[in-house]
């Protein structure tokens, strides 16, 4: 099912520069791109997230955010452990992408690793899938189409700011008056 929606990459480092200059064992991650979707990233990840490897996990995703990609499916099929820091560090990785129009989708996740998110009430927050099909329907229904609410800079004053719809409102920060349109294209004034 894989290789008719993966493109086939022969290393991570092709995808995004430096990703294996600091790899750890005890969770391994390999990149694939999904053909003619920009921006959608899929990570394989095998192994645990936990205390000690964390902080390297975190550092490690950072980059693929960097590269460009924020819509991130997280194949989780051969994790096996989540501790509640590694929730931490998946946290993090959501707030990273969250402004810049991206999410993240947890794939195929481990019943014991999702009732740790549950508990830890963070369930909500992440998109949890079964399949490659579902994730790229949400991806493409939710981003391609330029679906609302929209987060974006201020042209004006750079003050993140979130529009529920398309329309005409003041920036909190600067006071310019913009337009967004149906496309999120954001311009200062009023258009007719």
Do not use: W
């Amino acid at each position: 099912m894989k290789s008719h929606i993966i493109k086939h990459q022969s290393n991570n480092n092709d995808i995004v520069s430096g990703f294996d200059d600091e790899s750890d064992d005890s969770i391994r991650l390999m990149l694939q791109k999904i053909e003619g979707m920009e921006g959608v990233l899929v990570i394989f990840a095998s192994g645990y997230i936990d205390t000690y490897n964390s902080l390297g996990f975190q550092r490690r995703t950072e980059k693929v955010v960097k590269a460009g990609f924020v819509r991130l499916v997280i194949d989780m099929s051969a994790v096996n452990y989540v501790s509640s820091t590694g929730v931490g560090a998946l946290t993090n990785l959501l707030k990273l992408v969250k402004p810049q129009n991206g999410d993240i989708v947890l794939l195929n996740i481990q019943p014991k690793i999702f009732e740790v998110l549950e508990l830890l009430g963070f369930s909500k927050y992440f998109q949890v899938m079964e399949n490659f099909d579902e994730s790229r329907a949400y991806f493409t229904r939710n981003f391609e189409t330029n679906a609302f609410p929209k987060v974006f800079r201020c042209p004006s004053c750079s003050k993140l700011l979130r529009a529920v719809k398309a329309g005409r409102f003041r920036c909190s920060e600067c006071k310019t008056i913009l337009t967004i349109d149906n496309n999120s294209y954001v311009e200062q004034g009023a258009t007719k």
